[in-house]
């Protein structure tokens, strides 16, 4: 069927749902403890249906986004202390039949329609041990806007870093063990099959390497052998005020580097997910009304894109060390401001790197609610060492308690080489709604 043709069938399912939901998602609809979710409770069924559009309007002004989506998922308990979860989420998007002429084959064939199981998991606990086998999620660190500390989950980035988290994030086949004692929560984890980043295809609006629209890239992922498995650990305690943890992660690379083989003047472009070892820490700590938050991860084996001809495949490795601290401030239940500097160090920069030895930028949000029904809110993210950043204003419109609008502006500037100036072509503005069921 026809992303025309799909397009009101997903529409109709978002307009007719009639089971009420907060607004909270799938995680509150699929929260079995406390007092409720005895065993042998029946399954719980919930999830959410979306209509997104954006309308880009730089240059070529054209429909980016027509997209329907629908998440469904059920939960429910197995015994005493075990439990299972299924999720998955499919969408259409129109725009890229509205819009044959702007984009080419592969990214309309990429993009226009998609499948996900989000989550399979069945969790079982022993003594002060909970485990988790299945899809799931693993969320080691979130700060605003960007990701750091967050190293386990692959994420969907076709829409860039402008989606919510929690839809851009895509789980990991995984086994996971935690342990819960004495104030310490210890953490196991295995991903024999790892997912990793979606970006796209050439020509695409948020493709994240600089080659022409229709070249041909192929993707070298990684065999299913054990070698090619994940596995990390990571330790929380909670010491005077502070909530720490630390954390040690070997994988491949859920993000691809760009390899050129063959002669420099024809080369073949190929995908690779390098083997890398991450080691990090977060931090938070509520002083009075301001929380206070960091993350930093120093990682192993990761190579860039590098102007040196001599370079082999054009790429040069270098250790980095990425770091972030922020503040969070809410004032009379109606502001809320934050405020965050991070930063890239390069262990063995050289002139041939087209980046500083140490990138530098900054975020800042600040959200005004407006009676109980709307919400203003504006992010601001820029680089410190050039002119390069990302301004994203917007208005939530909470209609029901099972419905959402918003509406807003994606708007890109500054150096065309920068994380964010190589967007300016792709500013838009969007419209969003959401009906939880």
């Known amino acids: 069927m026809s992303a025309k043709r799909l397009l009101p069938v997903l529409l109709a399912g978002l307009l007719s749902t009639g089971v009420a939901a907060d ?33 880009t309007w730089p240059d070529e002004a054209h429909w980016s986004k027509l997209r329907a989506r629908v998440e469904l998922g059920v939960s429910g308990r197995l015994g005493e202390r075990s439990r299972y979860k299924l999720s998955a989420r499919g969408d259409v998007d129109a725009a890229y039949d509205l819009e044959d002429g702007h984009y080419g084959r592969q990214v309309r064939r990429d993009q226009r329609a998609g499948f996900m199981i989000r ?26 806007g960007l990701f750091f500390a967050d190293v386990v989950s692959a994420r969907d980035l076709r829409e860039f870093y ?3 988290f929690e839809a851009m994030r895509t789980p990991q086949w995984a086994a996971r063990a935690e342990y819960f004692g004495g104030g310490t929560h210890f953490e196991l984890l295995w991903i024999p099959l790892p997912s990793y980043d979606e970006i796209g295809k050439p020509g695409a609006d948020f493709y994240p390497f600089p080659v022409p629209e229709g070249t041909r890239v192929r993707e070298r992922k990684p065999s299913s052998s054990l070698s090619n498995t994940n596995w990390g650990v990571r330790v929380s305690r909670l010491i005077d005020g502070w909530d720490l943890s630390a954390f040690h992660y070997q994988s491949r690379d859920v993000s691809p580097t760009l390899y050129r083989l063959g002669p420099a003047l024809a080369p073949t472009l190929e995908l690779r997910h390098d083997r890398i070892r991450q080691t990090g820490f977060t931090l938070s700590k509520d002083l009075g009304s301001v929380v206070l938050k960091g993350e930093a991860v120093h ?118 080489d920068g994380v964010f100036g190589r967007h300016d072509a792709s500013d838009r503005v969007y419209v969003e709604f959401r009906r939880w069921f």
């Open 23 to 55: 607004d909270d998602g799938l995680d509150d609809l699929f929260d079995l403890g406390g007092e409720g979710g005895a065993a042998g409770e029946g399954p719980r069924v919930g999830g959410y249906a979306e209509f997104g559009g954006a309308y």
């Open 299 to 416: 990682t192993h084996g990761r190579s860039f894109a590098s102007t040196d001809p001599l370079a082999r495949y054009g790429l040069k490795r270098s250790d980095t060390v990425d770091y972030v601290v922020g503040v969070d401030l809410p004032v009379r239940d109606l502001w809320r401001f934050n405020l965050q500097y991070y930063a890239r160090v390069f262990n063995d920069h050289d002139r041939w790197l087209p980046n500083d030895s140490h990138e530098r930028g900054m975020t800042f949000l600040v959200n005004r609610k407006l009676g109980e029904d709307f919400e203003i809110e504006l992010l601001y993210v820029s680089s410190l060492n050039r002119s390069d950043y990302m301004l994203r204003p917007k208005l939530v419109w909470r209609i029901t308690p099972e419905w959402r609008g918003q509406f807003g502006a994606d708007i890109f500037g500054g150096r065309k």
């Open 162 to 164: 402008l989606p919510e």
């Open 119 to 144: 989550e399979a998991y069945a969790d079982f606990g022993a003594g002060e041990w909970e485990f988790r086998v299945g899809r799931q999620h693993v969320v080691w660190g979130e700060m605003v």
